[in-house]
């Protein structure tokens, strides 16, 4: 093939040009017979060196210029014939001749890697910097060139076309008010027509309507005014018979009205009196309070006072250990025992008589036997159980089954008596309250504890 030698080995162009077979062997025959076979080739020669393939490619890469008068076919062709030297060459160090080249080998590729360094050393500056004026320069004026065509020619359009279209509108505005203005006056006219026609239709019917009303006024004033008194009265005074025969069986009854009037009257004074009643107690468990509580919940408030003004005064570290030390002491504050609301009250308390108490020791009594027999067959329950699980190994699956519902059956007998005594015991205590008062009596009295609380030794 075309570009090799006659042993069939690649042109040395590279070689040739480098003096890379002088630089080894020290033999310049050897070098010129690489010349006259690459001579003998046919082919145009490119220089490596400057002006050589490497400027070519430097110029046409880096700075976007031509190939510096060589054809691409030539370029392209020499760049060809020297990587098949190169393969070639990498070929004959794997067949055994590494060790004779390994010096040559070493030479050139510090100087390929001299000129890749010294390349890409200068290619990447003037590459970041395309990119950059690409990116941030060139992107932006394209746009702005985009945006000012655009206002340009919005400009010329308006410039264009604003005076004949004002021109237009006002015209089809004056036009479209005239016809609206003359739609107008014709509903104008036509209500105002209606209503002459409206009116005098009016006061004919008003004089009729009058007339009309004229005349029967005059009969109702001279004919039918007995009659229909007479009949109003009659039917008035049956009414009156019944709603006053009503009346007296009503309160005749043992539980009728006299009964519920009587209870109305004593439920209101009883009202009454139990808030007298409560508010006497406040006042003088109040003041009470006030003798033996009141030097020291002075003294507490001023001690919080004196606090609270530390705290407020302070700052940093100090203020932290000092808003601390305050909620600490709003822990730990004199607080005297609450007022007693009016379930509590001691003038509401009602002693229980003695068959109350009689009752409920029996009932105290009673509950002790129902607790006692159901510890009993609770007991039992547990021994069959340990008696069971002794002998389980030797138990069918069927009596372990019917052995589980038994303990299922037990446990929910057994919740089921707590649950009773548990509701019998809620009955009891409701039954067994120290108050005599019930729960409208006891909201009747609540805003008059609420007043108490809030006035009566507010704290800080």
């Known amino acids: 093939p075309t570009y090799t030698t006659k042993e069939r080995q690649p042109a040395m162009i590279y070689v040739i040009e480098c003096g890379a077979e002088f630089e080894v062997t020290g033999d310049k025959k050897k070098g ?27 110029n046409c890469c880096l700075e976007g210029m031509g190939y510096g008068g060589y054809s691409a076919s030539e370029i392209v062709e ?79 359009l308006f ?15 004056r036009c479209y008010n005239a016809r609206e203005k003359a739609k107008f006056l014709k509903i104008i006219w036509l209500k105002l027509t209606k209503k002459r026609h409206h009116n005098a239709w009016k006061k004919w019917v008003q004089k009729r309507v009058r007339d009309r009303a004229k005349a029967d006024r005059h009969y109702r004033e001279y004919y039918l005014t007995e009659q229909e008194g007479a009949k109003c009265f009659s039917c008035w005074l049956s009414f009156a018979r019944q709603r006053r025969l009503l009346r007296r069986r009503w309160y005749q009854r043992p539980k009728g009205g006299e009964a519920l009037r009587k209870r109305c009257i004593r439920g209101r004074k009883l009202r009454a009196l139990i808030v007298w009643k409560y508010y006497q107690f406040l006042a003088k468990h109040c003041k009470l309070r006030a003798t033996s509580w009141f030097r020291r919940i002075r003294k507490d408030d001023e001690s919080r006072r004196v606090l609270a003004r530390e705290v407020s005064r302070s700052s940093g570290v100090k203020k932290h250990e000092l808003t601390q030390e305050l909620a600490e002491f709003d822990r730990l504050r004199v607080n005297p025992p609450p007022i007693p609301t009016p379930a509590h009250a001691a003038c509401f308390y009602v002693a229980p008589s003695d068959a109350e108490l009689e009752r409920r020791e029996a ?98």
């Open 363 to 460: 009932y105290q009594h009673q509950k002790k036997l129902r607790m006692k027999e159901h510890k009993k067959l609770v007991l039992a329950g547990r021994k069959r159980a340990k008696a069971f699980n002794a002998s389980v190994r030797s138990r069918t699956n069927q009596e372990v089954r019917n052995e589980k519902r038994k303990r299922e059956k037990d446990e929910d007998a057994s919740q089921a008596r707590l649950a009773v005594e548990a509701a019998m015991d809620a009955f009891e205590t409701k039954r067994c309250t120290e108050t005599t008062l019930n729960e409208d009596q006891q909201l009747l009295c609540a805003p008059l504890l609420a007043y108490f609380e809030s006035k009566v030794f507010p704290r800080e």
């Open 78 to 156: 020499t760049f060809r014939v020297y990587t098949a030297e190169r393969v070639q060459a990498v070929w004959r160090a794997r067949n055994g001749e590494g060790a004779k080249w390994a010096r040559v080998r070493e030479l050139f590729r510090r100087r390929d890697l001299e000129i890749l360094r010294m390349v890409y050393g200068a290619w990447w500056p003037c590459t970041r910097r395309q990119r950059f004026l690409r990116t941030f320069v060139y992107r932006k004026l394209i746009a702005w060139a985009w945006w000012a065509r655009g206002v340009a020619k919005r400009k010329n």
């Open 159 to 173: 410039r264009l076309t604003f005076w004949p279209l004002r021109t237009w509108r006002i015209e089809a505005r």
């Open 32 to 58: 010129l017979a690489a010349a006259a076979l690459y001579a003998a080739s046919g082919v145009a020669h490119v220089r490596l060196r400057s002006p050589g393939l490497k400027q070519c490619l430097w």
